[in-house]
């Protein structure tokens, strides 16, 4: 394996478990589901060669993309802003 797949592991992990102490509570487990889909990744990875796969390297990008769309989607405040007045009658 090449240095930048332990990077990007190591950066994942890093990321999702940042991600996980400021999750509320309700979004708490879609983190958890991503870091247990990336580690059950990895430790299947020691006993068969699933880094090629693409079925299964698909799911697990898919799975481990899903909180950071999620708290993309959080921050976002107004998603029509206007600069109008409001009236008030």
């Given at each position: 394996?090449?240095?930048?797949?332990?990077?990007?592991?190591?950066?994942?992990?890093?990321?999702?478990l940042d991600?996980?102490?400021?999750?509320?509570?309700?979004?708490?487990?879609?983190?958890?589901?991503?870091?247990?889909?990336?580690?059950?990744?990895?430790?299947?990875?020691?006993?068969?060669?699933?880094?090629?796969?693409?079925?299964?390297?698909?799911?697990?990008?898919?799975?481990?993309?899903?909180?950071?769309?999620?708290?993309?989607?959080?921050?976002?405040?107004?998603?029509?802003?206007?600069?109008?007045?409001?009236?008030t009658s």
């Amino acid at each position: 394996m090449s240095v930048g797949l332990f990077w990007f592991i190591f950066e994942l992990y890093a990321s999702l478990l940042d991600m996980l102490k400021s999750a509320r509570d309700d979004n708490r487990w879609i983190v958890l589901s991503a870091v247990a889909a990336l580690t059950g990744f990895l430790v299947a990875g020691f006993f068969s060669y699933n880094f090629g796969d693409s079925e299964i390297l698909l799911l697990l990008l898919f799975i481990v993309s899903v909180p950071y769309g999620i708290a993309a989607r959080a921050h976002v405040e107004d998603p029509c802003p206007t600069n109008l007045i409001p009236t008030t009658s």
